[in-house]
């Protein structure tokens, strides 16, 4: 039997690079999803390529009527939430600190980190419910970023939300360790992702140049391919990794090994 077979998994930010592989690879390994991205049509037509059960709905993570909305999706549909993969995010520019719109700092805060706090926010209490009803409660995975680890120049702003959402999971799995929930943060450096694409267009200049600067920190020199971070995301959400809570797990080519 497949690990995910008949489990529920939750996908924000479903068409983009992680959230379309990781629900495809959920797909493959038995799970029914429930998919959310801004986008209806190309979330419809995503879903529609998919061998599963799934159930769809658009929408913006910095509108907490979202999540709500996404966990009633969930348990009327399938029955249960069983697994959350908080991916939904956006980039920032490439620039240093005072040269950071306030209305884009505002934005990114309200998309990275309030849309983190308000999915958890809703998703915690349907799982803390399974748990006393069968003792299976849930796994939480928040797509966070090596930026959430450490000081991130010229990235001040996405940094800062990313640390935030680095707080909301070391301290709601202290909270529900003891409930039957467990979460964890998969925090990469840069992916080959429309994110990065956006990174780069942010930065100006040529393409080249753009992803020198990125990984110049980098020990293996290059940016991660979407496989390599997904592995990992995948490993977070086994329910046969069950004794690891509250965990950063860096997917960054080395970074914070130096």
Same mark, same amino acid.
């Given at each position: 039997?497949?690990?995910?077979?008949?489990?529920?998994?939750?996908?924000?930010?479903?068409?983009?690079?992680?959230?379309?592989?990781?629900?495809?690879?959920?797909?493959?390994?038995?799970?029914?999803?429930?998919?959310?991205?801004?986008?209806?049509?190309?979330?419809?037509?995503?879903?529609?390529?998919?061998?599963?059960?799934?159930?769809?709905?658009?929408?913006?993570?910095?509108?907490?009527?979202?999540?709500?909305?996404?966990?009633?999706?969930?348990?009327?549909?399938?029955?249960?939430?069983?697994?959350?993969?908080?991916?939904?995010?956006?980039?920032?520019? /490439? !620039? @240093? $600190?005072?040269?950071?719109?306030?209305? #884009? *700092?505002?934005?990114?805060?309200?998309?990275?980190?309030?849309?983190?706090?308000?999915?958890?926010?809703?998703?915690?209490?349907?799982?803390?419910?399974?748990?006393?009803?069968?003792?299976?409660?849930?796994?939480?995975?928040?797509?966070?970023?090596?930026?959430?680890?450490?000081?991130?120049?010229?990235?001040?702003?996405?940094?800062?939300?990313?640390?935030?959402?680095?707080?909301?999971?070391?301290?709601?799995?202290?909270?529900?360790?003891?409930?039957?929930?467990?979460?964890?943060?998969?925090?990469?450096?840069?992916?080959?992702?429309?994110?990065?694409?956006? /990174? !780069? @267009? $942010?930065?100006?200049?040529?393409?080249? #140049? *753009?992803?020198?600067?990125?990984?110049?920190?980098?020990?293996?020199?290059?940016?991660?391919?979407?496989?390599?971070?997904?592995?990992?995301?995948?490993?977070?959400?086994?329910?046969?990794?069950?004794?690891?809570?509250?965990?950063?797990?860096?997917?960054?080519?080395?970074?914070?090994?130096?």
């Amino acid at each position: 039997m497949s690990r995910f077979q008949g489990l529920t998994v939750l996908v924000t930010g479903a068409t983009g690079g992680f959230g379309r592989r990781t629900a495809e690879r959920f797909a493959d390994e038995g799970a029914r999803l429930v998919l959310s991205d801004l986008d209806e049509s190309s979330l419809t037509e995503f879903a529609s390529s998919l061998q599963t059960e799934v159930a769809t709905l658009a929408g913006n993570v910095a509108d907490e009527t979202l999540s709500e909305s996404l966990v009633e999706l969930a348990v009327k549909r399938f029955g249960s939430l069983d697994i959350a993969i908080n991916n939904a995010g956006v980039a920032q520019s /490439f !620039v @240093k $600190l005072p040269q950071v719109p306030s209305d #884009e *700092a505002r934005r990114i805060i309200e998309i990275d980190l309030l849309g983190v706090f308000y999915a958890m926010k809703h998703q915690i209490p349907v799982m803390e419910k399974q748990n006393r009803a069968n003792g299976h409660g849930g796994t939480i995975v928040n797509i966070a970023s090596v930026a959430g680890l450490a000081g991130a120049p010229r990235l001040s702003v996405y940094a800062a939300a990313k640390h935030g959402v680095m707080g909301l999971t070391r301290s709601a799995a202290a909270e529900y360790a003891s409930k039957g929930i467990r979460v964890n943060a998969v925090c990469p450096s840069y992916a080959r992702t429309n994110m990065v694409g956006d /990174f !780069v @267009k $942010l930065a100006g200049g040529r393409e080249a #140049e *753009a992803i020198a600067e990125l990984t110049r920190g980098v020990p293996m020199k290059r940016v991660a391919e979407i496989d390599e971070v997904i592995e990992v995301i995948m490993f977070a959400a086994d329910p046969k990794n069950s004794f690891m809570t509250g965990h950063a797990l860096s997917v960054d080519g080395g970074i914070t090994a130096i």
